[in-house]
């Protein structure tokens, strides 16, 4: 399972595509449609044999309008609007603000199948239980793929490759980009979907604490109705070998000892820098690929969408040019570092304060902070709202400003 | 870099608990782990027994072949 160097059987014109997206969640998909649009002959490869399923997330994310910034929005993709957070810490202090509208829970399966059909409307050939198994290079540059789909392998050629492959992603190993993780720069994920008696109040619940998810958050996402995403994830590097199903079976027995346990899914999510290098010639790597995801949170789908669509623009717009090289295709790891990878560096900082550097009474102090700020903001007294912050701690302060003085507050929690 | 890691296999994958993550797929340095489809897979001969798959499996799927790796087990 490695690149194929030059002098391999290319393809004999049968299957040979502008661009090749290798995986078909919310990045891949996105890409695809932009190159499809652009008028390119694409490939949307997944190797699942259903695209969305098993659901590997927790479902909450951006609003509608952030996502129409990309793709029309159906109905049935959202089963859920969020209209605020609740926060609780290692003690039980709890901070809850409510924010209307501030984000949805999405139907995942159906969102992530319904991303593709955009694709394929737009003329994308879609395959399903179609795995990605090496790349072909000439001169260096990537030139195409090998897949493995019913046991048998075949070769497609293309002119610009881009791996939206996951977590997983071997795309961007393949192509010598360095995609691989540590185990201290994931978020170790297992969540109990199921039905509680508990009423639903369209809240977004997050449980702090080193008991709770050591180097890491619970959740507790409301899907409507009875149903509920119950969750979380931990740093292995601080879970000392102890797998997150034993803090989820604790925090179950917390949320809802007679919760009915429909599904239990698991994954892991972003807590990394930003990839240095995230293109190459005849490739770009988008999504959890690429490390996009939100390393406070570990949400990823905003973010993947965001890498998709300019990933798909600007490899259309080389492609229109005729020239894919690494340099062409720059604009988009420049302008990723420019804007969302600098915010998540940002995100990154704060995450370790919160997540690493502070013990569970450090936490404590945030809360007590959290409280008085917002009571002295709401009061309308300014000085008393900045007598509130200074009683931060100064590394908080630092790393929290940055990130409140310039993005807004729907992309700290997704 | 390949080191001696003794007991072979180095590990097994306990089906039953396994959700196909991916999580091990993902820090696995070798591409060891890999996820074929829905299916987890093992290639024994590219392990090197650096054990990250273990600290990041979620449901402690993955049993090492010699003693234990967790401190508990749900």
């Keep these: 399972m490695h690149a194929t160097e030059e002098g391999n059987s290319m393809a004999n014109g049968e299957h040979v595509y502008d661009a090749i997206v290798v995986g078909a969640g919310p990045a891949g998909s996105i890409a695809a449609l932009r190159l499809a649009e652009a008028g390119h002959r694409v490939l949307l490869a997944e190797k699942r044999p259903r695209i969305g399923h098993p659901v590997r997330c927790a479902e909450a994310t951006g609003t509608r309008g952030e996502i129409a910034r990309f793709v029309p929005v159906?109905?049935?993709?959202?089963?859920?609007?969020?209209?605020?957070?609740?926060?609780?810490s290692p003690r039980g202090t709890v901070f809850e603000k409510a924010a209307p509208g501030i984000g949805v829970m999405l139907d995942r399966e159906r969102f992530d199948r319904g991303l593709a059909e955009e694709a394929a409307r737009a003329e994308t050939e879609v395959r399903t239980a179609c795995q990605a198994v090496g790349l072909l290079k000439r001169n260096g540059s990537v030139r195409g793929v090998r897949f493995r789909e019913n046991g048998r392998d075949w070769e497609a050629e293309a002119r610009v490759v881009i791996g939206a492959d996951g977590i997983e992603s071997l795309v961007g190993r393949w192509a010598g980009l360095e995609s691989g993780w540590r185990s201290d720069e994931l978020f170790s994920c297992i969540e109990a979907r199921l039905r509680s008696r508990r009423a639903c109040d369209r809240t977004l619940e997050f449980h702090f604490g080193s008991s709770v998810a050591p180097g890491g958050y619970a959740w507790a996402f409301p899907r409507g109705g009875n149903e509920w995403n119950v969750g979380l994830g931990v740093d292995p590097s601080r879970a000392e070998r102890v797998p997150a199903s034993v803090f989820l079976n604790r925090f179950l027995a917390r949320f809802d000892p007679e919760a009915e346990i429909v599904e239990t899914i698991a994954g892991a999510a972003c807590r990394s820098r930003s990839l240095e290098r995230i293109v190459g010639d005849g490739i770009a790597l988008a999504g959890d690929a690429a490390h996009q995801g939100n390393p406070l949170t570990g949400g990823g789908i905003m973010n993947a969408l965001e890498a998709g669509d300019l990933a798909g623009r600007v490899a259309a717009e080389a492609l229109a040019r005729g020239e894919?090289?690494?340099?062409?295709l720059s604009r988009y790891e420049d302008e990723w570092k420019r804007t969302v990878g600098t915010s998540n560096d940002r995100f990154l900082a704060l995450a370790d304060l919160l997540f690493r550097k502070y013990g569970d009474k450090d936490l404590e102090k945030i809360w007590e902070g959290m409280e008085k700020f917002f009571r002295a903001r709401a009061g309308g007294g300014k000085v008393a709202s900045l007598a509130a912050a200074l009683s931060f701690p100064g590394d908080f302060v630092r790393a929290a400003i940055p990130i409140l003085a310039g993005f807004s507050h729907r992309r700290i929690l997704f | 870099?390949?080191?001696?890691?003794?007991?072979?296999?180095?590990?097994?994958?306990?089906?039953?608990?396994?959700?196909?993550?991916?999580?091990?797929?993902?820090?696995?340095?070798p591409e060891a782990l890999l996820l074929a489809g829905l299916d987890l897979v093992f290639e024994e001969e590219a392990c090197t027994g650096c054990a990250e798959c273990f600290r990041v499996?979620?449901?402690?799927?993955?049993?090492?072949?010699?003693?234990?790796?967790?401190?508990?087990?749900?």
């Design chain 2, 1 to 29: 870099m390949t080191q001696s890691i003794g007991a072979r296999p180095f590990l097994r994958i306990d089906r039953e608990k396994c959700l196909s993550c991916a999580a091990c797929a993902a820090v696995c340095p």
């Design chain 1, 74 to 88: 159906n109905d049935s993709w959202i089963a859920l609007s969020i209209e605020g957070a609740r926060f609780v």
């Design chain 2, 57 to 74: 499996c979620p449901t402690a799927a993955l049993l090492p072949a010699s003693g234990r790796f967790y401190r508990e087990v749900a």
């Design chain 1, 324 to 328: 894919v090289t690494r340099e062409a």
